[in-house]
Every structure is written in structure tokens, then in C-alpha cells.
């Protein structure tokens, strides 16, 4: 069974930083991209950011490049986001998701860790 | 970049009813597309994926079709629980966007 577990949320101050966590199990970690797609409150879907397997391919939206990075960790099957200088529009729900490149799709969604950016 | 656009943004319809819900791409996407079902307080769920094929276990009344730039998911007959947020997805290649979503409400 496919379990993708997100921590690391919390209550920040605007231009704090910092680093979620994702610990997967249940598939071969090392053989899916991976990536991070946010919901703001009340809003729609926004995907923010992507890995390869291998790690050596990464890709952000532009929303939010130059100021977060993906990184995994592929013998402890973990997924990192780290958000440096954090806005008030960065509070959202963060959903760690197995996916997204061509050919698959997001096939399956971590329930997500609530960041909250609020002086 | 490549934008996704859906419509409407909402619609209400009633139990049986047939529901269209589309989704343009503003460059070709090939069939790299999915829709995802995202119900209240819940995590989004893959519906659809390569425009038209049904991921395992999803109602058949749910179908999908299009290409290149056009897309449309339909439910032949709508049910009570599918009262939810329909998003559309691009996985060509990034930036992997999302559409703004369409919330479908029963009457």
C-alpha cells in the first residue's frame, strides 16, 4: 500500500524558511518522480515543483523559483521541500505526490501539512 | 508557458443528468492529460489519465477525450457523490499546470 507521509508544516513569520519532509513507502521510491503541489485556502491546485528519481532533474514552477528546492533522498525514501523567504501567499496545504512526468500522471497524494505564513 | 483553461468554473445539474466539463490548452499537449476529482476536505483523486483512460477502479459513467488542445470529461449520469471539484492537469513536460478547476454541484 502506497503511503506518502508529509511533515514539517507549521506557524512561520514572512521571510522565515522552511524544509518539509515526505517519507514514502509502499513502491520502489527510487523509480518515480516525484513533486510538491500546494492548495491555498479556499483555492485550486498549484503544482510548485518536481524530481526525477535519480534526483538529478528538478524542476519548479515559476511562482516560486529561486526560493524553494526539491531534493530526495533516495536510501531513506524521502521527498524535501525546502521554502526560503516565505510570504503570506505561501500559506497553503503542502501535498507531497508521486508523480508528475510524461508519461504518468499524479497517481497518488499524501494528505498534506499545513503551512501557515502570518506575522 | 502552456496555460489550461477550463469551463465553466462552475455548474449545477441533477441526478442523471449528462455533464461536460472542458479543458484548452494553449499549445499542444499531445495526449499527456489527466482530470482529478477533488471532493470536500478530501485529497484530489485521479480520475483520468492520457486524455481517455480510466484509472483502476473509477466508475465507468466517467469518460474522457481529446487531444492535442482539447479536452472534456463527461459523466453520462451524474450521481450524488459525484458532487465535487473537477481539475485538469498537463504532464507533457513542465511546468506541469493544473486548470483553475470547475465545481460541480447537484441540484
Known amino acids: 500500500e502506497v503511503q506518502l507521509l508529509e511533515s514539517g508544516g507549521g506557524l512561520v513569520q514572512p521571510g522565515w524558511s522552511l524544509r518539509l519532509s515526505c517519507a514514502a513507502s509502499?513502491?520502489?521510491?527510487?523509480?518515480?518522480?516525484m513533486s510538491w503541489v500546494r492548495q491555498a485556502p479556499g483555492k485550486g491546485l498549484e503544482w510548485l515543483s518536481s524530481?526525477?528519481?535519480?534526483?538529478?532533474?528538478?524542476y519548479y514552477a515559476d511562482s516560486v523559483k529561486g526560493r524553494l528546492t526539491i531534493s530526495r533522498d533516495n536510501s531513506k525514501n524521502t521527498l524535501y521541500l525546502q521554502m526560503n523567504n516565505l510570504r503570506l501567499e505561501d500559506t497553503a496545504v503542502y501535498h507531497c505526490?508521486?508523480?508528475?512526468?510524461?508519461?504518468?500522471?499524479?497517481?497518488?497524494w499524501g494528505q498534506g501539512t499545513l503551512v501557515t505564513v502570518s506575522s | 508557458d502552456t496555460q489550461m483553461t477550463q469551463s465553466p468554473s462552475s455548474l449545477s445539474a441533477s441526478v442523471g443528468d449528462r455533464v461536460t466539463i472542458t479543458c484548452r490548452a494553449s499549445?499542444?499537449?499531445?495526449?499527456?492529460f489527466a482530470w482529478y476529482q477533488q471532493k470536500p476536505g478530501k485529497v484530489p483523486k485521479l480520475l483520468i489519465y492520457?486524455?481517455?483512460t480510466l484509472q483502476s477502479g473509477v466508475p465507468s459513467r466517467f469518460s474522457g477525450s481529446g487531444s492535442g488542445t482539447d479536452f472534456t470529461l463527461t459523466i453520462s449520469s451524474l450521481q450524488p457523490e459525484d458532487a465535487a471539484t473537477y481539475y485538469c492537469?498537463?504532464?507533457?513536460?513542465?511546468?506541469?499546470?493544473f486548470g483553475q478547476g470547475t465545481k460541480l454541484e447537484i441540484k
Open positions: 524530481i526525477s528519481g535519480s534526483g538529478s532533474s528538478t
Open positions: 499549445q499542444g499537449i499531445s495526449n499527456y
Open positions: 492537469q498537463k504532464y507533457n513536460s513542465a511546468p506541469y499546470t
Open positions: 505526490v508521486k508523480g508528475v512526468r510524461a508519461p504518468a500522471p499524479i497517481d497518488f
Open positions: 509502499g513502491f520502489t521510491f527510487s523509480s518515480y518522480a
Open positions: 492520457a486524455a481517455s
